[in-house]
């Protein structure tokens, strides 16, 4: 699957089976600033990773967000989860910046898209 | 994994493995209000469908929204892909409302949660 005509909030992932990590959070809206430059670092850290594939991600204004990320197996999952300035920023983040978070870890067996 | 201390916006779903529909779109802005309607239609709709496990959604200002639901089987996606009115909804979806949009169907392996 392309990226959607060039739209950068779209995900160019190849074709099944890839991973996806999805990371749902209630924000508690302290500590925002920090927060902002952690999560653009993290972007950013991330897309360096072996097996990276790509990110989407969404906020509404009540504080709930999504985050899924896109990779090429597992074992790139857990690097990513492993990887240490990211495990410090998953320290903060349970602790400070989440009231709750959920994460799943999928295979993905199909894909499509407009 | 159970719901987040009642936070609706968390889906409470079982154990894994189960399977997530995530759904990214870029909204075209048109039609926003039979869209709504649709939407809220939708959420209800796939609540009453058999293997519904829950769905979660965020969307920004910006118009890109994620939405990820979740299935007890492959066939429960498959049927619900198959439902007559979310049929029509996904034609309009297609045809009015969404510029871009991505679909990917994934077996969830592994979950937690704070």
Excluded: C
């Amino acid at each position: 699957m392309r990226q959607q005509k060039n739209d950068p909030a779209f995900a160019s992932t190849p074709a099944p089976p890839y991973w996806v990590v999805v990371f749902s959070a209630r924000h508690s809206g302290t500590d925002q600033e920090t927060y902002a430059a952690t999560a653009q670092r993290m972007f950013e850290l991330a897309a360096t990773q072996d097996g990276y594939l790509g990110v989407e991600s969404a906020h509404g204004a009540d504080g709930f967000g999504i985050t899924v990320s896109y990779w090429a197996s597992l074992e790139a999952v857990a690097a990513w989860r492993a990887q240490a300035e990211h495990r410090e920023a998953q320290r903060l983040g349970r602790e400070t910046w989440y009231e709750h978070f959920a994460i799943r870890v999928a295979r993905v067996e199909r894909a499509y898209a407009k």
